[in-house]
T-cell receptor, first 113, second 117 residues
Framework: KNQVEQSPQSLIILEGKNCTLQ??????????LRWYKQDTGRGPVSLTI?????NTKSNGRYTATLDADTKQSSLHITASQLSDSASYIC????????????FGSGTRLLVRP | GAGVSQSPSNKVTEKGKDVELRCDPI?????LYWYRQSLGQGLEFLIY????????KSGLPSDRFSAERTGGSVSTLTIQRTQQEDSAVYLC???????????????FGPGTRLTVT
């Protein structure tokens, strides 16, 4: 069973609109949760990293939330731009092997003009 | 300030041939990681280096896969007797160090797309 589940698998929104991507995980013992953006043909780029004690973190128009009790996270994108079109990947790591990233399958976002 | 670089960017090989994929990490980064991204799948961990040693090779799918790192810098991932299921994008990442419980940023290269025909 995949330890990191993301939804939706894909999403299409109009430029300027907001959207929220979801991530549920079962990884334990939990160390940290990251959101990455991956453009087609490129390596993933980190957006946010949150540890157990953090429940929200922002990076420009990106805001991530974390509920470590329910093992859920979300990534909210405000005022979307065409350049936001990419895959967004939720990544979790364990306390005893924090270097080993466990990836979700990603949400593919398409922003249309 | 160069980032992580990988070569080649694309590699097409015949089934049964050996291939070598190269990763140049960010200068000064002591930790290096290899991941694989198969079509429609999430990235999966292959191996982690701290300096020249590999404390965790648990993600290597079979004994056809091996990796080494020399001089605490460049790493090579070698796949022997390639099979069609080895077709994937192989990504390398590096980070300044690894410390238990500390979420160091991992910086990814652009990947090598391997196609086995």
């Amino acid at each position: 069973k995949n330890q990191v589940e993301q939804s939706p698998q894909s999403l299409i929104i109009l430029e300027g609109k907001n959207c929220t991507l979801q991530c549920n995980y079962t990884v334990s013992p939990f160390s940290n949760l990251r959101w990455y953006k991956q453009d087609t043909g490129r390596g993933p780029v980190s957006l946010t990293i949150m540890t157990f004690s953090e429940n929200t973190k922002s990076n420009g128009r990106y805001t991530a939330t974390l509920d470590a009790d329910t093992k859920q996270s979300s990534l909210h994108i405000t005022a979307s731009q065409l350049s936001d079109s990419a895959s967004y990947i939720c990544v979790v790591s364990r306390m005893d092997s924090s270097y080993k990233l466990i990836f979700g399958s990603g949400t593919r976002l398409l922003v249309r003009p | 300030g160069a980032g992580v670089s990988q070569s080649p960017s694309n590699k097409v090989t015949e089934k049964g041939k050996d291939v070598e994929l190269r990763c140049d990490p960010i200068s000064g980064h002591t930790a290096l990681y290899w991941y694989r991204q198969s079509l429609g799948q999430g990235l999966e961990f292959l191996i982690y280096f701290q300096g020249n040693s590999a404390p965790d090779k648990s993600g290597l799918p079979s004994d056809r896969f091996s990796a080494e790192r020399t001089g605490g810098s460049v790493s090579t991932l070698t796949i022997q007797r390639t099979q069609q299921e080895d077709s994937a994008v192989y990504l390398c990442a590096s980070s300044p160090s690894v410390k238990r419980g500390v979420p160091y940023e991992q910086y990814f290269g652009p990947g090598t797309r391997l196609t086995v025909t």
